[in-house]
């Protein structure tokens, strides 16, 4: 596995990510199902510096963890997001609270 680059240039820690803004990157679940698959994927995301790992899957998505294999310098956050195509005023107002704390 390698690192990406995006159509513009820049930089990407895996293939599915992309840049938000400044050092923050979004992109897909960060490990595999299995360990063996899961470690190199999650070890390209630390060697380009990511330092913090925000969970945003929900208990019944039956992904493989990768909180135990991160070292303890870095930073994980779990903040499970309920997947559905319309929102409602309740996760309208969980989102907003995200994003109005300072991180």
Known sequence: MKNATMKNGTKAPIEFSYHVTGNFFAG???F???VDEGLPKLQLLLDFGIKHFIDL???PDELTSYREYL???IAYTRFPTVDIRFRTSKTCGRSTK???SPM
């Open 28 to 30: 897909e679940y960060p």
């Open 32 to 34: 595999k199902r299995t």
């Open 57 to 59: 899957t929900e208990p």
């Open 71 to 73: 070292p303890e310098d």
């Open 98 to 100: 995200l994003q109005a």
